[in-house]
């Protein structure tokens, strides 16, 4: 059971969050420098992805050895990071997920989890939908993945130093509490009707993510929202903006280098447009 919880954290940490410009400025590290700030960087993550694919670059690891703090999305070397992700994730007492559901989506979910995991149902039905669909996400890594945010930290604790978070696990998790059940689990269903589609589309946002091509990385971001903005808006634009005065207040003290996922850092609401409407240099990392 043990290890069953642990599979199940690495996979929600995977969802807790993923127009075209020159060439020059494809890249997933950014320097931030004016407004009375110390230099600090920007690195644009992807929370999971195939062993085969993860590379770390040497300007990436030259950032971190310049910077005097790692600042992710979430602090995630705080030791009860696990607990409170568990905590979230389930569903209040005495409710289950039966109760959002009806019995072919259950029979359909639970055949799923059969085939590709080895459980059934049975382990799911009291947390919430975005733990499912974390759990059909993890399927497409295959059975090896890699975690930039858990390289970061294992280079931080060489480097000794300090690791915060721009959010708490409890915003996080709320974010998805506001999107009805019953609407997060048609979107659950929604990834095993169109799985083929889905595996397409992931395997070209790692493909866009390695050709550190952020501006279509959002735009695949935008696809893969379908079109809601509201949703958009909740779980990726709002947050930006609410980054932007944090970087400045952090930065401020100390030479930061932040990871978040490269969904943010593209497009006008990005992180690194935002950053330079407030009047901040950011330059392109390319080598």
Known sequence: MK??????????????????????????????????IKTSYVFGTFHMLPKEDFQLKQKVKNAIESSETIVLELDMDDPNLQSEMMKESVLSEGNSLKNFMDEQEYARLDAYFNEKMGVGMDKFVSFKPMVLSSMVMMTYLGKGFASYEGTLIEMAAAQQK?????????????????????????????????????????????ALYKAEDIQNLYA????????????????????????????????????????????????????????????????????
């Open 3 to 36: 290890n069953f919880k642990s599979v199940l954290v690495a996979c929600i940490c995977m969802m807790v969050f993923f127009n075209g410009k020159a060439q020059q400025e494809n890249s997933l590290l950014w320097k931030v420098e004016g407004n009375g």
């Open 162 to 206: 300090e690791v915060k978070g721009l959010e708490t696990v409890a915003f996080q998790m709320g974010m998805f509490d506001k999107q009805p059940y019953e609407d997060q689990i048609d979107d659950v269903v929604k990834l095993l009707v169109e799985d083929a589609f889905m595996k397409d589309m992931f395997a070209e946002m790692i």
């Open 220 to 287: 695949y971001m935008d696809e893969y929202f379908d079109g809601d903005v509201e949703l958009m808006e909740r779980l990726l634009h709002e947050r930006n903006a609410n980054w932007i005065p944090k970087i400045g207040a952090l930065s401020k003290e100390e030479a930061v280098f932040y990871g978040v996922g490269a969904g943010h850092l593209g497009g006008d609401k990005g992180v690194i447009n935002l950053l330079k409407k407030e009047g901040y240099t950011v330059t392109p990392i390319l080598e």
